[in-house]
């Protein structure tokens, strides 16, 4: 019985509190709030955008910390989720985004419970859930919402489970690389270019030699264990989707006794087909 009202007492603070943002929320007339250690700070952007620029940029915003959302659908709870924040209340919520949250143990309160986020004049399913609909964890979520392919994070899953080092995905076929290096990047380049024009691509590692390449041969999507800033920076001054579990400064050679031998032949190189050729004139082994 003590037990019971201690818990109730709690449970009715934690609601109390949840109520306070909501009102804030409110009165303030903006999308979400974020209290972080008692500093609280209001987003008004449409949608996820918000999340998506916070996770982003400043996730230290969001860890730990207690978030008012004005809606919360499968999107937002992927993002509060990988963002790891501490409680979430909102006026309404969906079904899959409680679902979500709870299984990552994250307390939500909300004054309404709805089965799915609908557009704007309730037609549809909101665009952004509706592309959702087959993703499974909220890491998948936000691959998706950042514009990636769950195609490629199954590529990097399997290249980690057969210790491959490269696969590449274009036109429905799937191809399986087993070289150090960059030699199966630059021999698709040299020999076969139309199975890097489009394609995806999941690398063991990327640094500034393996980018250029992909870079060249017009590859759009790029999945990858570990990238470095420098092959990341490239990539995505091509307009090029990267989705690194890591980022380092630079990669390194096998004895990891300074950078990785291609890497180091391109560090005052800027232009992609200059890299290409310098790379094309090293030895295959290094």
């Not at 937002?76 to 985004?97: D, E, M, R």
């Amino acid at each position: 019985m003590i037990f019971a009202i201690a818990l109730a007492v709690l449970l009715t603070g934690c609601m109390s509190k949840s109520e306070k943002m909501l009102q804030a929320l409110d009165e303030q007339g903006v999308g979400m709030l974020i209290d972080n250690n008692g500093q609280v700070t209001s987003y008004n952007a449409p949608g996820v955008e918000d999340l998506l620029q916070l996770t982003a940029n400043e996730p230290e915003r969001l860890k730990g910390a207690v978030v008012a959302d004005r809606r919360v659908g499968k999107a937002a709870a992927s993002l509060l989720i990988t963002g790891g924040v501490k409680s979430v209340c909102t006026p309404l919520l969906s079904t899959p985004a409680r679902q979500m949250l709870e299984e990552a143990g994250i307390p939500v309160h909300a004054r309404e419970e709805i089965p799915f986020m609908v557009n704007r004049d309730g037609t549809d399913l909101c665009p952004r859930e509706k592309k959702l609909l087959e993703a499974a964890t909220p890491e998948e979520c936000v691959l998706i919402l950042r514009g990636g392919s769950l195609v490629g994070k199954q590529m990097l899953d399997m290249l980690n489970q057969q210790g491959l080092s490269l696969l590449v995905y274009n036109d429905t076929t799937l191809t399986t690389h087993t070289d150090r290096g960059v030699r199966d990047l630059l021999n698709l380049l040299a020999e076969q270019p139309e199975r890097l024009k489009g394609a995806i691509v999941a690398d063991k590692l990327i640094g500034k030699a393996a980018a250029a390449i992909m870079a060249a041969g017009g590859v759009v999507e790029v999945h990858t264990n570990l990238i470095c800033t420098a092959g990341r920076e490239l990539l995505e001054k091509e307009g090029i989707k990267v989705f690194a579990r890591e980022e380092v400064p630079q990669i390194l050679n096998r004895d990891r006794s300074g950078q990785c031998p291609f890497d180091a032949q391109l560090n005052e190189i800027e232009s992609i087909d200059e890299c290409v050729k310098v790379l094309q004139n090293m030895p295959a082994r290094l």
